[in-house]
């Protein structure tokens, strides 16, 4: 067994291997207990991970996700016959940040990996109390919805050498239904990453990006280079989702989050139906599934997906990324490097995870108003 495969089963096994409470059932004989001790302090990357904090995210998946225990917990055991690993697919790493990302066999949820100490010791200790209440009192809104946090317990040797990442988050997959869009035949769902690239990017502004492989230069943000047409009503709706959204997070020193943006085009049939915000019910060919994860299905919402006011497209859209927080000892090393390279090189101004929070904010917000055509009726 591979290392991506003992650390799906780690995962796997704090998700539906323990109860609600996260607490797992533990054998009273000695001598199992005994070699699980001894076999969880050699193992280099299956740790014992746990659920922090499960109360609080089954509240929010029950009350206000509907979804329920039993239907989340489906989703990550294995088919029958299958083993527990096999319940989760590792699909890479994904940007800078040296995350790895598992996907379920149902592609409901996403599994992402938080290696980084001031990201996940952020998460835990000073957002995660905000989060939760913030998602209770706006169900819809645009942060992604994370459904559990996992950590690891206890000490081992893959711990220690940092083998295997000590922390996990489960969250909605805001692509979901795609695979089946695809195997319809409809058109290719569309998605980009944004967040503002005014900033000073190391990676693309020195040597005119000389000096970085085009790899990595891909790995930066993207740029939507169209609008997205919308009425009024569901303009101020989504401006008003974002004030609040990015609100919590400057208030908590948040900076560096992105806007992840699907598109799906609609059929030629649909558009001349002159397809309204309604046409994302289960019976049209590319609305989302009713049995969509975390979401009710009506009425339309970003996560479940929304109709372009011109009939064309329906868009999807959720906040990532937002566990880079300026007060942290590695932010504030990196804020003090680009200060330095400010004063003694060149003038090339802050990047975007050594703004302010509340510049960034504001830049973020500017972007995503720039990105939205307003259609008269």
Known sequence: MGRQERIARSIVHALVRTNVNGIKKKSRNPLVIILAIFSAFFSLYQLLMRKIRPAD???????????????????FRPREGAKDEEALTAIGDMGFSGSTFYTTNDQKYLVKSVPRHSE?????????????????????SLLVRICDFLGASGTSIGRILRLAPSHHIVMENIMYGRAEAEKRGD??????????????????????????SETTKDQLADEFHDKIVLSQEQADD?????????????EHNAVDYSLFLVRMKLSREEVQEEVQPEACKSDSNLAPPES????????????????????????????????WAKHKIQP?????L?????????????MSITTTPEEYRQRFLRMCRGYVEIKKD
Do not use: C
């Open 57 to 75: 995210f089954s509240k929010l998946r029950r009350e206000y996700w509907n979804v329920g225990d039993e239907d989340y917990a489906d989703s």
């Open 120 to 140: 996940h010791s952020f998460f835990r200790y000073d957002l995660l109390t905000p989060y939760v209440q913030h998602m209770a009192r706006h169900p819809q």
């Open 187 to 212: 058109a290719k769902w569309e998605n980009w990453d944004l967040k503002p690239t005014s900033y000073f990017y190391p990676e693309r502004d020195i040597a005119d990006g000389a000096l970085t």
């Open 238 to 250: 989504l401006f008003a989702r974002l004030e609040e959204d990015t609100s919590l997070l400057a």
């Open 292 to 323: 969509g994860p975390s979401v009710p299905p009506k009425p339309p919402t970003w996560k479940t997906g929304v109709a372009s006011a011109d009939g064309k497209y329906v868009y999807r859209a959720s906040i990532l990324d937002f566990f």
């Open 332 to 336: 504030k090393f990196m804020t003090l």
């Open 338 to 350: 680009i200060n330095l390279w400010n004063l003694l090189i060149s003038k090339d101004g802050p």
